[in-house]
């Protein structure tokens, strides 16, 4: 195709000027497109990845930047709909209208233990069941009483206590386990026809909806059944409990907890204090590391490297390896590929910075693991294995069961024990993830500057 001609005379250079300065614009443009597209790879994220790891962020400054709670102004907070639910649960079962059956509904919908079960059920619930608040301290189950409800969890948290546990506040009982919201209590109890093992207790004040023992059997017992069988069977398949009789399992099914969580919520928040091992039926989960960027990022500018400069970018290639970090950005220095290693190092050393505002001022979050069926997390703090990283356990849309630890480790047998630890995968240490995170920030760097590089070209 020829070439388009341009005006004569006077107008010429100017038109020629601008006809080059277009080509030098198309083809950076088209330089551009085919970078974008050639890293793309780069870049590509789970949606719930993102924000679990964002609500992470959010969380942990919270306390220094937030003057409200964002949970607050959440579509599942139940909690500012506690006045119409309670009003319209202190109609007469057998009185409440279909409208009003409706809006108990809608109210409840927002619990995710309801939430989960079918439109009719939910509506048979709204029907027969009853309202039901507690304060703080109360006594809400005794251990050895025959049972004749049980209980769904609609706000505020409960303990599960030792044997020892009576009326007197003042014993040191000891937590087996907590209850939350939709989590549902007692409903074993009624299954098997068994007197209630432990004494539960209001750590907070609480919200209940109350379900009796005629109802449960013409609602929920069925499907509850079969839930059941379904998790005895389950634990019954892992090679954690090959050795265990059935007598123990049926126990630990009978104390546990059934929970779904979609993608994006915090499963548990600190693997050492948390009181649960918590078992993956199906779904994924993530596990992540909180770790402090501001170490890391000093510790990048004196790293020692074969040479004064960086020339052979495989030098700082990350290991192989699925690690993947976010957080807040790191304030990085500048190096160009013919600045050393030395000069950035005393360019960053003698650069002032302003105080840290407070210990999560440089927090950034690695995952380090994706558990998915029969796998299990909390096992090796429950063993004894040391641990010197803060980590969570992030869902991605997974069912799951919470099993106690101090029950567990009370079944268990000594000879079990030593069994089960071969079984534990342990975590990397908080050395070697600094030490990847060194490369990988190195590694992020030469990418910038050779990204830069090419579109000064």
Excluded at 123 to 135: D, K, N
Excluded at 224 to 240: A, I
Excluded at 342 to 360: F, V, W, Y
Aim: positive net charge.
């Amino acid at each position: 195709m020829a070439p388009v001609p341009g005006p004569e005379g006077p107008s010429a250079p100017r038109w020629a000027a601008a006809r080059e300065r277009f080509r030098r614009a198309a083809r950076i443009l088209a330089h551009v497109c085919g970078l974008t597209l050639l890293m793309k790879r780069y870049i590509e994220k789970s949606r719930a990845e993102e924000w679990a790891r964002f609500y992470l962020s959010i969380k942990n400054h919270s306390a220094n930047e937030l003057l409200f709670d964002m949970s607050n102004f959440s579509k599942y907070n139940l909690s500012n709909d506690f006045a119409k639910l309670k009003t319209l649960m202190f109609i007469q079962p057998k009185q409440r209208s279909q409208e009003n059956l409706r809006e108990i509904q809608l109210c409840l919908k927002k619990n995710r233990s309801f939430h989960s079960l079918p439109n009719e059920v939910q509506l048979q619930l709204c029907q027969t069941a009853i309202y039901q608040e507690l304060e703080a301290e109360s006594m809400l189950l005794r251990q050895g009483h025959v049972p004749l409800e049980c209980y769904l969890i609609l706000a505020g948290h409960l303990k599960v206590m030792s044997s020892s546990t009576s009326m007197n506040k003042n014993t040191n009982s000891q937590i087996l386990s907590e209850f939350e919201e939709g989590d549902f209590i007692g409903e074993i109890c009624l299954l098997t026809n068994t007197n209630r093992p432990a004494s539960i207790l209001c750590k907070t004040d609480v919200k209940l909806l109350v379900i009796s023992k005629d109802d449960f059997s013409c609602i929920l017992a069925q499907r509850g059944q079969e839930q059941y069988r379904e998790t005895c069977s389950f634990l019954r398949s892992l090679p954690l409990f090959f050795s265990w009789p059935k007598e123990k399992i049926d126990f630990l099914v009978h104390c546990s907890l059934h929970r779904y969580y979609r993608a994006g919520p915090t499963v548990i928040s600190d693997n050492i204090n948390s009181h649960f091992l918590v078992f993956i039926i199906s779904g994924r989960c993530r596990i992540i590391a909180q770790m402090n960027c501001e170490e890391i990022f000093v510790r990048s500018c004196v790293m020692k490297t074969g040479s004064s400069t960086l020339k052979n970018p495989r030098a700082v290639l990350p290991p192989r390896g699925h690690l993947n970090v976010t957080g807040r950005s790191l304030e990085t220095a500048t190096v160009s590929p013919r600045t050393s290693f030395s000069a950035a190092r005393k360019k960053m050393l003698d650069t002032e910075k302003p105080p840290l505002q407070g210990p999560s001022t440089a927090t950034c979050f690695v995952e380090i693991r994706v558990l998915e069926q029969g796998e299990v997390f909390g096992l090796a703090e429950a063993l004894g294995s040391s641990c010197d990283l803060h980590l969570y356990l992030i869902s991605e849309g997974v069912e799951c069961i919470f099993i106690p630890k101090n029950l567990f480790l009370t079944e268990a047998s000594t000879d079990f024990r030593g069994s089960a630890s071969e079984l534990v995968c342990a975590y990397p240490t908080e050395e070697a993830l600094r030490e990847y995170l060194v490369e990988q920030q190195l590694w992020n760097e030469y990418k910038a500057r050779l990204l830069a590089q090419q579109l000064k070209r």
